[in-house]
């Protein structure tokens, strides 16, 4: 069955309610929650759960949503208990892994066939770090007209579309107007122009035939 996801639901939900379905020491399992569990390279939620705090979410095959607490608690199967995520963290990373799919965008506008996706990389409440393997090297002006290009699509505006697979629920999309879907598990701003103005900076490079790139909100 697995915990009920209530990100996706909303992903602007900042409080819930919940049963607690299994509490071993640190490890809290709830039947529902809006503590998005680290997957596609986005990290973790963190937050309250009661008084108990927590500092990292993660899910199992079967989506149970484990809160991992700061310290042992006393939570019971059955009991009732109220959510809290850190929402200012998790509102800079979802508006940080919306402007990672745009630069993504961008960047095969740009180059073409000569640059791919190398992993899904990671994004938290800093910075998005994603790498593409590349034999073009991303120097500074390039990544000027880049980030350029970037800000000028989410200045414009638009909605941000997620959705499940119907026959896999746990399966999801992202999309926005002019560009094909992509798969992405994530939470996502409902609009572009919530993500405000972004930086576009190289990062240190991870190997022969790859480039990183690091985003930042302004
Ligand atoms: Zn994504």
């Not at 927590?54 to 484990?66: G, L, M, P, Q």
């Not at 506008?109 to 996706?117: H, N, R």
């Not at 094909?180 to 190289?202: F, N, S, W, Y």
Request: aromatic residues 10%; glycine residues 10%; proline residues 3%.
């Amino acid at each position: 069955m697995g915990t009920e996801t209530l990100f996706w639901k909303d992903p602007y939900m900042k409080e819930f309610e919940a049963g607690v379905v299994s509490a071993n020491g640190r490890e809290v399992v709830l039947d529902r929650t809006c503590f998005f569990p680290q997957g596609g390279g986005q990290v973790g939620d963190s937050g309250f759960l009661n008084d108990e705090k927590v500092v990292d979410t993660r899910k199992d095959e079967n989506y149970n949503v484990t809160h991992f607490l700061e310290r042992e608690s006393s939570f019971k199967v059955g009991e009732a208990v109220k959510g809290k995520i850190d929402w200012e963290r998790r509102y800079r990373i979802m508006k940080l892994h919306s402007a990672a799919h745009v630069v993504y965008y961008i960047l095969m506008d740009v180059f073409g066939e000569k640059c791919k996706l190398a992993s899904s990389g990671i994004v938290n409440e800093k910075k998005d770090i994603t790498d593409y393997l590349t034999d073009s090297s991303f120097e500074r002006e390039k990544l000027k007209v880049i980030g350029g290009k970037a800000n000028e699509l989410i200045k414009k505006g638009g909605e941000i579309r997620t959705w499940s697979d119907e026959q896999k629920p746990n399966y999801r999309f992202w999309e926005i107007d002019g560009f094909p879907k992509m798969p992405c598990g994530g939470t996502h701003p409902r609009r572009l122009e919530e993500i405000g103005e972004i930086m576009v900076q190289r990062g240190k490079k991870p190997g022969a035939g790859k480039e990183r790139i690091e985003i930042l909100l302004r």
